[in-house]
């Protein structure tokens, strides 16, 4: 097969079949750009230590222009029966500028040509992701700022437990994509190193500069060993990992959407164009989004043990079994992408029907803890508190009525020491507001806080 980078060694071609199953061009000639950029540091610093001229390096400069044109074109002929990203490229410099292009790959081998084109790639997919985690982290901020005040039922158990604020609710998100952001960053400077110069698995008797090439390429610094620099690959499963994590919060915040999005719980409406109908039910305003969201976090972990699984029983160093990274990955990426996108424009549409969550809030005995804590305050110890404020729950739920309604008179059955001011304890407001401390619910902390991730922090 005259069109492969190996003929001669060969007496016989692939079966198609062979050829199909070997081949990652489908998938991987998405990292083409990343794949130019490295050959042209490669180059760059060939030519620097004499390895090849001055005119080569030029040579090789304009048929990558040429090539990175005809790909964004749409013009660029792809062939399977050069399997990979790699060989397409290269096959086509060596048609546009001839020998020099056959020079390009001196000291260098696919090995470590993939695990940069990938480093490349992922690099910038982390910075996207990082972006987008910020966008939403201010999205929420917003809406958590406009509802420092709004109150709604916080849960244990999906139990009433307390009244929170429902800004208070949403910035639990945001610490969530806080961590996040953090764990990527964290990754980030893993994936950000070198492993060009480690050539198929040995490094290269050539007197490369791979200092050169990963100041050129913007790496933080080079890959100390080169049997691990071509087979590593724990920078993508950390992403992987980090991935599934971002899911996992997306995840349970559409949990809490879809619920509170049910008719039967009526907190909040989602915009129509996050909506869709049923073929069959008129009524139907159906919150596909986060159901979707939520479903497609089960692909992302997928993915993560995947590549966990890829990788475990490989001997060192580069093995095929590593062209399998890719479309994991790939997907990983797409998929936090496309729904962070999503989430900042949808979580910034939330329609809040406050008059709901407040009367969600007046069930359940939402204020019953501040009671005990008001008697607690007036000398009792608290598991007694705890006992008299659940026999006063017992009544109202006999009666049928909540703490709130009961008189002074009423409540001074329970405990002497209860006066007037124990109705301002049970208010919601009163509740909230009593938790002003880091980290509380209280709507002046909300404000805060909002306002901390308003300011980036
Ligand atoms: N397409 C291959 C991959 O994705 C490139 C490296 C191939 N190297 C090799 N020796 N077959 O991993």
């Known amino acids: 097969n005259k069109a492969q980078a190996w003929s001669a060694r060969f007496s016989e071609p692939v ?5 199909r199953y070997t081949a990652s061009v489908d998938f991987d000639k998405r990292l083409a750009r990343f794949d130019i950029q490295g050959s042209l540091a490669h180059a760059e610093m060939l030519s620097a230590v004499g390895v090849i001229s001055a005119q080569d390096r030029a040579d090789i400069e304009r048929g990558m222009t040429q090539i990175l044109g005809e790909i964004e074109r749409g013009e660029f002929q792809w062939l399977l029966d050069l399997e990979d990203v790699h060989l397409n490229i290269e096959k086509r410099l ?109 490094g290269t008797s050539y007197p490369i500069d791979r200092e050169r090439v990963a100041a050129t390429l913007s790496f933080d610094g080079v890959c100390r060993n080169s049997l691990d620099a071509v087979s590593d690959r724990d920078f993508a499963i950390e992403f992987c990992a980090a991935s599934a994590l971002i899911m996992t919060h997306v995840s349970r915040l559409s949990e809490e959407l879809v619920l509170w999005m049910s008719p039967r719980v009526g907190f909040i409406d989602l915009a129509d164009r996050y909506c869709t109908g049923s073929s069959i039910m ?143 304890v049970l208010t919601l407001e009163g509740s909230v507001a009593s938790r002003s401390h880091i980290g509380g619910t209280a709507p002046e902390r909300v404000r805060i806080e909002a306002q901390r991730i308003l300011d980036g922090a």
């Open 94 to 202: 060596v048609e546009l500028v001839g020998d020099a292009g056959k020079r390009l790959h001196t000291g260098r081998s696919r090995n470590d040509q993939v695990a940069t084109d990938i480093r490349l790639w992922l690099r910038a997919e982390i910075d996207t992701a990082i972006d987008l985690l910020g966008q939403l982290r201010r999205a929420l901020a917003q809406v958590a700022l406009t509802h420092a005040d709004t109150i709604l039922p916080g849960f244990t158990h999906l139990q009433v437990a307390q009244p929170v604020t429902f800004g208070h609710h949403l910035l639990a998100y945001a610490e969530m994509f806080g961590r996040d952001a953090e764990r990527l960053a964290d990754c980030r400077k893993r994936v950000n190193r070198l492993p060009l110069g480690a050539a198929a698995l040995a």
């Open 282 to 424: 008129p009524q139907k305003k159906n919150p596909d989004v986060p159901e979707l969201a939520r479903g497609k976090t089960g692909r992302v972990n997928g993915h993560l043990v995947a590549l966990l699984t890829l990788m475990k029983g490989q001997p060192l160093a580069y093995n095929k079994d590593n062209q399998e990274d890719k479309e994991g990955l790939f997907d990983t990426a797409d998929t936090i992408r496309d729904t962070l996108t999503i989430f900042v424009d949808m979580a910034a549409g939330i329609t809040v029907k406050q008059d709901a969550m407040r009367a969600a809030a007046r069930q359940g005995f939402a204020t019953a803890t501040d009671l005990a804590d008001y008697l607690v305050k007036r000398g009792l110890p608290f598991r007694d508190a705890h006992e008299t404020v659940a026999h006063a729950v017992r009544a109202c739920e006999e009666r049928g009525c909540d703490l709130a309604d009961l008189s002074t008179a009423e409540l001074q059955a329970f405990h002497p020491s209860i006066e007037d001011d124990i109705h301002q």
């Open 15 to 19: 079966s198609d079949l062979v050829k």
